[in-house]
């Protein structure tokens, strides 16, 4: 009677196997061109996310966009203590670095805000959203140049 003798199964063990060239062998290589967009690395850092949270206490949200009020409804001092209580807040939400820009005061933002030298700052500090500022422009750029001349007429 002939017995077979079976082979022991292999284990795999730091000293009989390869790692780092199994990995090559099954691993994906993606040689194209990135789309990774890199003006965006600051908002996805840890580190600066969890120095935000540090300083605030709440995860950052997204870009903040400038926010217009009528306050025509204002007729007492409550109602006018209120606004100007909630805009103190949207402030103080923004990150600790844009409010030290400003030495922590709203109205420094405010003339900064107004200021059209500085839109193109306030587009990269996150304080206008750049698509609604493309939409807030986009009308008048739809017009061909015969169009803008005839309305002028």
């Keep these: 009677m002939k017995v077979n003798k079976m082979k022991p199964p292999?284990?795999?063990?730091p000293y009989n196997y390869d790692t780092d060239a199994a990995s090559n062998e099954s691993g994906l290589r993606c040689?194209?061109?990135?789309?990774?967009?890199?003006?965006?690395?600051?908002?996805?850092?840890?580190?600066?996310?969890?120095?935000?949270?540090?300083?605030?206490?709440?995860?950052?949200?997204?870009p903040v966009s400038p926010s217009y009020g009528d306050f025509s409804g204002v007729h007492d001092y409550h109602s006018a203590l209120n606004a100007v209580i909630a805009l103190q807040d949207d402030f103080d939400g923004l990150p600790a670095k844009i409010r030290a820009k400003f030495d922590n005061d709203p109205e420094n933002l405010i003339n900064f805000l107004n200021n059209e030298e500085n839109r193109q700052e306030a587009i990269e500090l996150g304080l206008i959203d750049p698509i609604l500022q493309a939409e807030i422009a986009a009308p008048n750029e739809d017009k061909t140049p015969l169009q803008g001349a005839a309305e002028a007429a």
């Design 10 to 13: 292999f284990l795999r063990t």
């Design 31 to 62: 040689e194209d061109a990135s789309l990774t967009q890199q003006h965006q690395k600051d908002q996805a850092d840890i580190n600066f996310i969890i120095e935000q949270f540090n300083v605030t206490g709440i995860l950052p949200t997204g």
